[in-house]
């Protein structure tokens, strides 16, 4: 075993050698002419110290032999028109509302995780959603090389101890999750190889994102290990209409029979949802892949509850659940988690 493990360190080592991608994120990298123009963006030149415990979202060893590493979900707003584009790391809108996605996304993983989720400066969605693709990606690739590579530094150095681990994120930290794993995790190949999965949910991953980063797989099942699960959950009303978080060649698993044709599982398989108070309740919701779209479809759930608010449904499409991509197959996602990591373990 330890000599497989050696030899794909090797193998992915010297492919990041040839491509070029083995360069570790870091302050050092070079600023993009995006960041140079959003209102906000020299609070970078600042490094956060993830040594002061009080610049984490939790730091939860409970004992488990599996880690979890969590990205939240822009949970910043601006106070105003004027204010930066980019949050403080005290803001305390963020961190309020952080610790609620905490509760009801990244608690899926407890009874089999430790949790580690550190606060990050994150970029207003208004602004970053209405940005070309490119400025998009550029704003969003120096983002993730910055406070989030500096706590995934200190995780590794200081609570980690060689245990294998989960990334887990949503819509902005599933974004940026994108940029860890081909970035961060390329040039850091002896952590890769002890990552059971990245669930990097609400936003999509592309065909044209696997190919240009082929040490990288997507899941094909509901347990294979060291892959990407992905996907986004729309109603039958949003079907040809724009969504931010979808791109076109988007790909997605089902995560009730965690399939990737179209065959439809029902609500009656689902194992537990939360409600729209976040309470856990009998799964309600069903689920369906958009081969053509890239996104799970939910035909069960009602719009008139679960659909994202109106004032959001010109970025996200009228009958969006982006904010329910976690709490619809809640229980689902933990069970899932449980396979990988026994998979892992054997």
Same mark, same amino acid.
């Given at each position: ?5 050696? @030899?794909? !360190?090797?193998?992915?080592? @010297? ?9 570790? #994120? ?5 600023? #993009?002419?995006?960041? $140079? ?5 020299? $609070? ?8 002061? *415990? ?10 488990? &032999? ?11 707003? $601006?106070?105003?028109? %004027? ?22 996304? &990244? ?9 580690? &989720? ?16 490119? +400025? ?19 995780? =590794? ?6 245990? #294998?681990? /989960? ?25 890769? +190889? ?19 980063? #082929? ?9 294979? !290990? *060291? ?45 537990? %949802? ?45 009958? %969006?659940?982006? *904010?329910?991509?976690? *709490? ?12 990988? /990591?026994? &998979? =892992?373990? $054997?």
């Amino acid at each position: 075993m330890k000599k497989r493990i050696a @030899l794909f !360190t090797a193998v992915l080592l @010297l492919f990041c050698l040839l491509t070029g991608c083995a360069e570790k #994120p870091s302050a050092e990298t070079s600023v #993009p002419d995006i960041v $140079k123009k959003t209102n906000g963006g020299e $609070k970078w030149q600042t490094k956060i110290d993830y040594a002061n *415990g009080d610049n984490w979202l939790a730091i939860n060893d409970s004992g488990k &032999a599996v880690d979890v590493i969590y990205f939240y979900p822009t949970a910043f707003n $601006k106070a105003d028109e %004027s204010a930066p584009d980019v949050a403080d790391i005290d803001d305390a809108v963020m961190r309020e509302t952080a610790h609620y996605y905490l509760q009801t996304q &990244a608690t899926t993983f407890e009874e089999d995780c430790n949790i580690y &989720a550190p606060f990050y400066r994150q970029i207003s969605a208004p602004y970053s959603l209405t940005l070309s693709a490119q +400025e998009n990606d550029d704003l969003m690739r120096y983002s993730a090389s910055q406070d989030p590579s500096y706590a995934l530094d200190y995780y =590794f150095e200081h609570y980690n101890n060689g245990k #294998p681990f /989960i990334l887990a994120g949503h819509s902005q930290g599933s974004q940026i999750l994108t940029m860890i794993l081909s970035d961060y995790m390329a040039a850091h190949p002896e952590y890769y +190889e002890n990552m059971i999965a990245a669930y990097v949910i609400g936003y999509s991953v592309t065909e044209s994102y696997l190919e240009a980063n #082929p040490q990288l797989k997507f899941a094909a099942g509901a347990d294979d !290990t *060291g892959v990407i699960i992905s996907y986004n959950t729309e109603g039958p009303a949003n079907k040809d209409m724009h969504n931010a978080v979808v791109t076109t060649g988007a790909i997605s698993i089902n995560p009730i029979n965690w399939k990737r044709d179209d065959t439809y599982a029902a609500a009656s398989e689902n194992a537990g %949802s939360l409600d729209a108070a976040g309470a856990l309740v009998n799964g309600f919701a069903d689920a369906q892949i958009d081969l053509e779209r890239g996104v799970v479809v939910c035909r069960s759930a009602d719009p008139a509850v679960y659909a994202i608010p109106a004032d959001a449904a010109e970025l996200f499409g009228p009958e %969006s659940y982006h *904010g329910h991509d976690y *709490g619809f197959y809640y229980i689902n996602l933990r069970e899932n988690a449980r396979v990988r /990591i026994a &998979a =892992f373990q $054997k």
